[in-house]
């Protein structure tokens, strides 16, 4: 499977509400009539990341896309913990690692009509992604 998209969600959960796991969206999404969990992983409240669908199983998290990509979902709404930040770095670093050509994204950036997972997910990878270095000119003044 070729992953062109790594593709960040939120659980649509208030911000307030108990901790929701991995197991709390297998059995929405079950509801709905689907196999399963479509994310491949879930990050709880506390930082906590969960295993979804396994990475060789196709998604279920973005309409056309699904085939091309992995989701990860964070709990919560709009106001995530500085612990699910940090968590959903390291998944994206581990995906990077073993599909370095995918793009982060988030789910608002490949469907127009969605607002999830509630902030700029590209800005925020391009301030964050540990990967970028600054480039220094040694012939420069400081």
């Known amino acids: 499977m070729k992953i062109k998209y790594l593709v960040v969600h939120c659980a649509d959960t208030p911000d307030s509400a108990p901790h929701y796991t991995a197991a709390d ?18 990050i709880g409240r506390d930082g906590t990341v969960e295993a979804g669908r396994p990475e060789y199983w196709q998604g279920a998290h973005v309409a056309s896309h699904n085939s091309v990509s992995l989701g990860v979902c964070l709990i919560g709404r709009k106001l995530f913990a500085l612990e699910q930040y940090r968590t959903l770095k390291t998944v994206l670093l ?3 690692e073993r599909y370095p050509d995918a793009e982060v994204v988030g789910h608002r950036d490949l469907d127009s009509l969605k607002m ?27």
């Open 25 to 42: 969206v297998h059995a929405w999404h079950k509801a709905r009539g689907w196999d399963g969990i479509g994310y491949h992983a879930v």
């Open 94 to 96: 581990d995906w990077i």
């Open 116 to 142: 999830c997972p509630n902030f700029d997910v590209r800005q925020w990878w391009a301030e964050n992604d540990p990967r970028k270095t600054l480039e220094i000119n040694p012939c420069s003044k400081p």
